[in-house]
T-cell receptor, first 114, second 115 residues
C-alpha cells in the first residue's frame, strides 16, 4: 500500500525567511502529487499539484514544489514566508491504480515568528 | 463562486443520539467524499460516491452511513455517536476518480462535539 511521510511535525520559521517542507512517498507507480494547506478550524485548500510534465510546479501564495522521482520526494518551498503562512500543510498522493484516492501525509505545522 | 458548502459548521450531539451532517456543492462534480479528521491528524477517508455508486472504505465503522440524493448534496449520518467520533468532518468533491486525475475541493468542515 502507498504511504506518505512528512518527516517534520513542526517547523518554526522567521517572517521573511525561506521555508521548505519535506514529503516522501512510497509506491512503485508514478504518483499524482498534491500539497494542501489548512488554517485552524478550516478545510483544506489546494496549493499546487503535479500530474506530469515539468517537475517544478508553481502554486498559489508564492509556493512551489519539485518532484524528484529518484528520491520519491515532492518538497514544498517558499522563498519568503509571511505571517499568514502559519498553518498546517499536508502532502498527498494519488495513484490511478488505487482509484485516484488521496493518501495524506501526517502534516507539518508551520509557525511563523515575527 | 462555485464551492463546497458544509452545514452546520459546528454540531454538538449527545452520546448515542443520531446526527446528520450536510454537504452541498455547486461545482457539478460527480465524485463526493467524506473524511474524518481528528485533532492534529491527517484526514481519513470514510467513503465516497462516484455518481450514485457508494464506495465504503474497509475500515469505516458501520456506525457511519451516507446518502447522496442528487448530484449536489451528500449527507453523513452517524447512527450512534460515541465520544471517539468527535472530530472535524470534511466533505470534498472532484470531477472524476477513475480515469484522469483531478484535484479534490474541500469544504470548510463540520466540527462535531459529542457530550
Amino acid at each position: 500500500a502507498q504511504s506518505v511521510t512528512q518527516p517534520d511535525i513542526h517547523i518554526t520559521v522567521s517572517e521573511g525567511a525561506s521555508l521548505e517542507l519535506r514529503c516522501n512517498y512510497s509506491y512503485g507507480a508514478t504518483p499524482y502529487l498534491f500539497w494542501y494547506v489548512q488554517s485552524p478550524g478550516q478545510g483544506l485548500q489546494l496549493l499546487l499539484k503535479y500530474f506530469s510534465g515539468d517537475t517544478l510546479v508553481q502554486g498559489i501564495k508564492g509556493f512551489e514544489a519539485e518532484f524528484k522521482r529518484s528520491q520519491s520526494s515532492f518538497n514544498l518551498r517558499k522563498p519568503s514566508v509571511h505571517w499568514s503562512d502559519a498553518a498546517e500543510y499536508f502532502c498527498a498522493v494519488a495513484f490511478k491504480a488505487a482509484g485516484n484516492k488521496l493518501t495524506f501525509g501526517g502534516g507539518t505545522r508551520v509557525l511563523v515568528k515575527p | 463562486d462555485a464551492m463546497v458548502i458544509q452545514n452546520p459548521r459546528y454540531q454538538v450531539t449527545q452520546f448515542g443520539k443520531p446526527v446528520t451532517l450536510s454537504c452541498s456543492q455547486t461545482l457539478n462534480h460527480n465524485v463526493m467524499y467524506w473524511y474524518q479528521q481528528k485533532s492534529s491528524q491527517a484526514p481519513k477517508l470514510l467513503f465516497h460516491y462516484y455518481d450514485k455508486d457508494f464506495n465504503n472504505e474497509a475500515d469505516t465503522p458501520d456506525n457511519f452511513q451516507s446518502r447522496r440524493p442528487n448530484t449536489s448534496f451528500c449527507f453523513l449520518d452517524i447512527r450512534s455517536p460515541g465520544l471517539g467520533d468527535a472530530a472535524m468532518y470534511l466533505c470534498a468533491t472532484s470531477r472524476d476518480s477513475s480515469g484522469n486525475p483531478y484535484e479534490q475541493y474541500f469544504g470548510p468542515g463540520t466540527r462535531l462535539t459529542v457530550t
